[in-house]
């Protein structure tokens, strides 16, 4: 069984990137199981995903301290994610802070670093993507998700290939917006190499 929590806030394309490793299980005949937590999502909220991918499971929901791999879409989130890794659990994380409401309204400064400090401290292993590269290169923070995906792949966390989820795309997005994803899935890949 492969567990995976994605964890972010609401417009990061957290569910998409969980029905995507869905997608490429299925294409390979294992049994997939997703959930999410989307609470005010819509307004900037926090979204969990949990994917398991294996033997049948009772429960979509994964026990605390049992993911193999943590996909943080935005630093903090993946912080708070963190009592759900397993003990070698990879952590693959966006440097791209969000402005938390409380810290806009409290004027307090947040841009994430203290949180990949933090990650960094954890003695997991990890890979810290930059999203702003990310931008750069696929023109558009829409991508984002794909490229945290291309990176978990490429950490050998998630069990399948770079070419398993390229066949994923077209099953789970329009084909005007294929390109830009396998760009940003291969910007990933290339993040994580060697780490």
Known sequence: M??????????????????????????KG???RTA???GMAQRGGCVVSHVRVGERSDSPLIPLRS???LIGFEPSEAVRCLPYLGEDGVIVVSDKAIQPVT???SGSRYDGEEMVDFLRKQGKRLVVLDAQEVVRE??????????????AVQSGALGFSLEDVERALPQRMPQKFIPMNQKALQI???A???V
């Open 192 to 194: 994580a190499r060697g």
């Open 103 to 105: 810290a806009s309204l």
């Open 30 to 32: 294992l049994h997939a």
């Open 188 to 190: 990933g890949a290339q």
């Open 67 to 69: 993911a193999h791999v």
């Open 36 to 38: 999410e937590t989307i």
């Open 2 to 27: 492969m567990n995976c929590i994605l964890a972010g806030v609401g417009g990061q394309g957290t569910v998409l990137a969980s029905k995507l490793i869905a997608q490429c299980a299925m294409n």
């Open 138 to 151: 696929c023109g558009t923070s829409k991508a984002l998700n794909v490229a945290l995906l291309g990176a």
